[in-house]
């Protein structure tokens, strides 16, 4: 009954007596294998080339060729590694030595008088062994195709929602420009000369068409990262956060922030969004101040296989039940009165680091400061490291860059 449901796997007994052959067939018939016999060396060798074996029960004396070439030719052919090969002869064990160089699997052997338990209990292991392998090479196959049409199917929505998101924001830009500069006309021409209303309503249109611009642009930014043909280059993170300082000078003297850095690592990436990425954490870790001169250290170290980086600030903080939901596209946790922003930057990040095989996540907890972490693989990166250098910045007016790592 077992052996109609399993799948049946061919076993090939070679012999040049018939009369042997019967009686490896008695033995092993109820085993409920295919049994294929052969009276010679080429004759099993016809049946190799032609059908999968599982096992090979042979004789090692047999007029045409002997079961050690035999076994030696199988071995000797990739296409068999996966064959077993079971030997009988009155030889002693030691002869199989003469198997060595080929033993790339399994040899066994079997002396005569047989006994048929031992025959039946050797075959069975390789039988069941052959089977086993071919049942996990088959579902690797399965799982490897269900993951590659699964990838597929992933990388195509997202590149729709990508097309989506940049033809959208792209055609939205000429209807907006032409809103946007006909309320700009309105308000040079008729501010102050219609009414109080009409002037707060002109007030209104000019700011929400700045906003749906600022939106839009953002979007397209977004929608761009990936399309970015610029090549993966040695980036000196130390640089490219000096840079980053450079555009959030505004920024930083406004608000008299303390920007430090330890060490930082060289990595192969595209540089301008290593600085986009600097620039918007260090940017938010400055925006999202809390009553004291905002504070951010910046800093690396390593594990296995990844560079870990923090951006660490003396801020807002978060509240750790929204530490996920930042991430995601025009996700803000405050109004646009008390902090402005699209709420895009944090996805911004999260999708450069996608294209870097990296990853973003935040510990933060509320009135306590955020430490925001990201990965960059060091395979992508070059093992030289900067020199210890200290400011993290040119010196900005009135803002104070500490010197040294302050980790
Ligand atoms: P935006 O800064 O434009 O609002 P982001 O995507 O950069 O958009 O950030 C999303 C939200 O995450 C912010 O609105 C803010 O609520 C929170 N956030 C980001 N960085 C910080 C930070 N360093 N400290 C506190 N909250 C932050």
Redesign the pocket.
């Known amino acids: 009954m077992e052996a109609i449901e399993k799948d049946r796997v061919n076993i090939l007994l070679v012999d040049d007596q018939p009369a042997k052959l019967l009686g490896y067939e008695a033995i092993l018939d109820d085993l409920g294998e295919r049994l294929i016999k052969a009276n010679s060396g080429k004759d099993a060798f016809q049946h190799l080339l032609k059908e999968e074996i599982a096992v090979v029960l042979m004789d090692v004396c047999m007029p045409d060729v002997d079961g050690f070439e035999l076994a030696s030719m199988i071995r000797q052919h990739p296409r068999f590694e996966r064959t077993a090969i079971i030997l009988v002869s009155a030889v002693h064990m030691s002869d199989l030595d003469r198997l060595k160089g080929y033993t790339s699997g399994a040899v066994d052997y079997v002396s005569v008088p047989i006994i048929p338990e031992i025959l039946r209990a050797k075959v069975t292991v390789f039988a069941e062994l052959f089977r086993k392998t071919k049942q996990l090479e088959r579902l690797n196959q399965e799982l490897e195709q269900r993951v590659a049409e699964r990838t597929a199917e992933l990388s195509r929505s997202n590149e729709e929602l990508q097309q989506f998101a940049y033809v959208a924001s792209h055609d939205l830009q000429e209807p907006l420009r032409m809103v946007s500069s006909y309320v700009q006309l309105l308000a040079r021409r008729y501010q102050g000369q219609i009414d109080a209303g009409a002037d707060e309503y002109i007030r209104f249109a000019l700011e929400g068409s700045a906003r749906m611009y600022e939106l839009i642009n ?1 979007l397209l930014d977004y929608s761009r990262i990936d399309k970015a043909n610029s090549s993966f280059v040695r980036v000196d993170c130390g640089v490219a956060l000096a840079r980053a300082l450079e555009n959030l000078q505004l920024l930083m003297n406004e608000s008299g922030a303390e920007v430090s850095r330890g060490e930082l690592p060289v990595v192969r990436a595209d540089e301008t969004q290593i600085v986009q990425l600097f620039q ?2 260090v ?3 400055i ?2 101040r809390g009553p004291d001169v905002p504070r951010v250290h910046i800093e690396a170290r390593q594990d296995a296989r990844d560079w870990v980086f923090s ?1 660490r ?1 003396n ?4 509240e750790p039940a ?1 530490a996920g ?3 995601q596209l ?5 109004g646009r009165s008390e ?11 999260k999708k450069i680091l996608e294209r870097h095989r990296g990853r973003i996540w ?1 510990e ?1 907890q509320p009135g306590k ?2 430490m ?1 972490h990201f990965t960059l693989p060091q395979d992508l990166g070059a093992s030289a490291r900067p020199p210890k250098t200290t400011p993290a910045s040119p010196e900005p007016k009135g803002a104070r860059a500490l010197r040294g790592d302050a980790g």
Do not use: E, M, W
């Not at 801020?315 to 978060?318: D, E, F, K, V």
């Not at 025009?330 to 405050?334: A, M, S």
């Open positions: 953002a918007n954490l940017g938010n870790a925006k999202f951006v600030d801020g807002i903080g978060i929204y939901r930042i991430f025009f996700q803000r946790l405050h902090y402005p922003g699209t709420g895009i930057g944090l996805s911004i990040c935040v933060s400061g955020s925001f």
